[in-house]
């Protein structure tokens, strides 16, 4: 596959040959530098060596399930974007992706464009050369979430490391406090080109914020379910 310089790299693991090549093909016409993993082992020594800016993941791997390949990536702390790309549609495997920190969830066949759109704006947070700006940041109780550096940190509790889907998301409640927002208004704040709203995909992500957010609790009592509608963000001491 080719190489560019300064390209954005996309680990591609796909054991089909054929699918890896087009996808290959597809990505390095469009100006990223990609690699290639056939397998849970590959990936792993291409991880161990290389850096990548975002990661596109079959899920039916020759050595393994990439669920297990996604669950070991964010265990060890790292966020770099994931897409799962999959021929598997059933709910379960969807959100169960969701719920171990995928960033995206694709299935096969998918249209190169929209594949490109979906990638583009997962990466599209990587630090580019051009005039200082001051960082905007919104202050909710005792959290603090920095847009430029893409942080979220409490006073007591120092920073949580976040998913971009999971920061993504509680960015759009912090712009709107006190403001029921619907499950339908958060999936657009993920950037997402699905055909309709996902609420499951919704509710997995609030899940996982309060579980984060919540310390010891386990919940972060800043977002209210509002029963029928979606949620909202109440300040409070939390």
Known sequence: ??????????????????????????LDGARFETMGAASIKAL??????????????????PDGDGLDVLRQIRSEGSFVPIIVLTRRTDVDARIKALELGADDYVTKPVDPRELLLRIRRLVSTRAEPGPKVEIEQLELGKWTLDLGQRTVTHSDRGEVALTRSEFDMLTAMFRAPRRVLSREHLLDALHRNDTGP???????????????????????????????VGYKLVPGDS
């Open 1 to 26: 596959m080719s190489q560019h310089t300064h390209a954005i790299r996309i680990l591609i693991v796909e054991d089909d040959e054929f699918v890896l090549g087009l996808l290959g093909a597809v």
């Open 44 to 61: 792993h020594a291409l991880r161990a060596s290389e850096h990548f800016d975002a990661i596109l993941l079959d899920l039916g791997l």
């Open 198 to 228: 996902d609420d499951r995909t919704v509710d997995v992500l609030v899940s996982r914020l309060r579980r984060k957010l919540g310390g010891s609790s386990g919940q972060f009592t800043l977002i209210r379910t509002v029963q029928g």
